[in-house]
């Protein structure tokens, strides 16, 4: 007999828990990021499988680091992440609680009357003593009652009911985390997003008056060579026109750079106007972000850290543990239970010996019949597992889609940020010849005004060439799931 305690704690110790276990699914992945690609060879991007995981883009923009702290600390969303991530953590503590005893105390002190009529009557209409009427009116005599003592039960987890809880509950908490930096993520990713097309719309105003002044000395060129009789009048409205045109351009740039300011004050969870002062334009360009040469990581590694995905995954665990949940509920569940108190009618005796009261032994709860419901939860859960899995597989294959997209992306930018650097030398070259040519009295001044308003055009595509590749690289942050460097 002494071993059937041993027996007892052993079985508990080795008790199965029921249900599926989790397996971590599969990131199909190719072996380079070239061997996935859509669209025209000339967007493949090659020799990204080198090196290790590491961030892709690296912003050099004091501002730019002092904003995204900022909004990492402050933004709403990343906020409200917190705060879920925060709940999940209580959510698991709430489910542990239910792996060890739980203890209760209890005290009371209350004055009470019986009924005269009442069921406690019929045993003494059974004995039928003499004195019937006199023990009644004694028994319902008020009396006070003084009540203390506590109670234990725990569940035995025979089934692994619990521990599926907690497993279901450590899921959820990974999901929570994975969203969170996810929402990190983009959070950092659009205040550099927005932060560059507000540098980069400042940078055009900037081109734009120059090219302005540029076009205004031609309009005036042209006015003085038709005063002199070497222009027509076609030639002076056609200055004009180009000077106008220009000027037409600058309130779209304002626009563009007051949108941005406001999405990059919301973004911080600041009102309209907070962050005028800090936001001023500074003269400086907006340039790519310095990358190390895209390596990004083996493209399996490089997904499987993507927050999405990790979070997907999360998903799928916890509706697998889910499952194991209620299958156990398809079992008896076991409670031992402990209960020791005291009880007196007389305050002068609660204290004593004799008024102790106790009891202890388990308890015992069989499903026999509820309609189907048990089963019916079964299926539910299975049913929802292999919709995770579903969103599972569906995630995976979204991610490599954005990435193929972000990399031809960049791949096309940084084509076209090529052409716009021969061009720019071109005009440079020719802009030289035409002031070599001024100076020596060969030509006026019109040629270099044209050759000069050619290269300022050339260099506002430049600027939002700039941009737009550090955008694209912003991308691949986001397709990658790799967080900007400091």
């Known amino acids: ?73 402050a933004n709403f969303d990343v906020r409200s992440a917190t705060l879920r991530f925060a709940q999940s953590r209580m959510a698991r503590n709430v489910a542990a609680s239910g792996q060890g005893p739980q203890l209760t105390t209890h005290a009371g002190a209350n004055r009470q009357r019986q009924s005269e009529s009442g069921a406690a009557t019929r045993m003494v209409d059974a004995i039928a003593p003499p004195n019937r009427d006199a023990l009644i009116e004694k028994l319902s005599d008020p009396f006070s009652l003084y009540q203390a003592g506590f109670d234990a039960s725990w569940e035995l987890d025979l089934w692994g009911r619990v521990r599926r809880n907690v497993e279901a509950a450590d899921a959820g908490m990974a999901e929570a985390s994975s969203v969170l930096r996810d929402v990190q993520l983009a959070v950092q990713l659009e205040v550099a997003r927005n932060y560059y097309e507000m540098r980069s719309a400042q940078q055009q105003q900037k081109l734009l008056l120059q090219e302005m002044d540029a076009a205004n000395e031609m309009a005036a060129l042209a006015s003085a060579r038709q005063r002199g009789g070497l222009a027509s009048s076609l030639e002076v409205e056609q200055q004009q026109s180009a000077l106008a045109e220009l000027q037409g351009r600058l309130p779209a740039q304002l626009e563009f750079e007051a949108a941005a300011i406001n999405r990059l004050t919301m973004l911080l969870a600041q009102p309209p106007g907070a962050l005028q002062p800090r936001l001023a334009a500074d003269g400086s360009a907006p340039s790519a972000a310095r990358g190390p040469d895209l390596a990004l990581g083996i493209p399996g590694e490089v997904m499987r850290h993507r927050p999405d ?32 108190g005291l009880e007196s009618v007389d305050a002068a005796k609660f204290g004593d010996w004799g008024s102790r009261q106790w009891s202890v032994g388990p308890s015992l709860q069989l499903p026999i019949f509820d309609n189907g419901r048990r089963r019916a939860t079964v299926e539910l859960r299975e049913l929802e597992q292999q ?48 002031t070599a040519r001024a100076r020596r009295g060969m030509s006026d001044q019109l040629p270099v005004l044209q050759a000069q308003r050619a290269l300022l055009a050339i260099q506002r595509e430049q600027a939002a060439g700039d941009t737009a590749l550090a955008l694209r690289q912003i991308g691949i942050c986001k397709a990658s799931g790799l967080a900007p460097q400091d």
Do not use: N
């Open 1 to 73: 007999m002494k071993s059937l305690p041993m027996s007892l704690i052993s079985l508990l110790l080795t008790a199965c828990a029921v249900g599926p276990d989790f397996h971590e699914p599969e990131v199909q992945a190719p072996a380079s990021y070239a061997d996935w690609h859509g669209g025209a060879p000339a967007l493949r991007e090659t020799g990204l499988a080198t090196g290790t995981a590491q961030s892709f883009a690296r912003f050099d923009d004091p501002v730019l680091h002092d904003l995204q702290r900022q909004a990492l600390a």
């Open 309 to 340: 995905i990790q979070a997907a995954e999360a998903r799928l665990q916890a509706a697998t543990a889910r499952i194991g949940v209620a299958v156990a509920d398809l079992y008896p569940r076991i409670t031992l239970g402990l209960s020791l």
């Open 387 to 434: 919709e995770a899995a579903i969103h599972f597989q569906k995630t995976v294959v979204k991610a490599w889609h954005e990435m193929d997209d972000a990399l031809s992306a960049y791949a096309a930018e940084r084509q076209r940020h090529d052409s716009l650097l021969a061009r720019a030398t071109s005009a440079r070259t020719t802009l030289e010849l035409a």
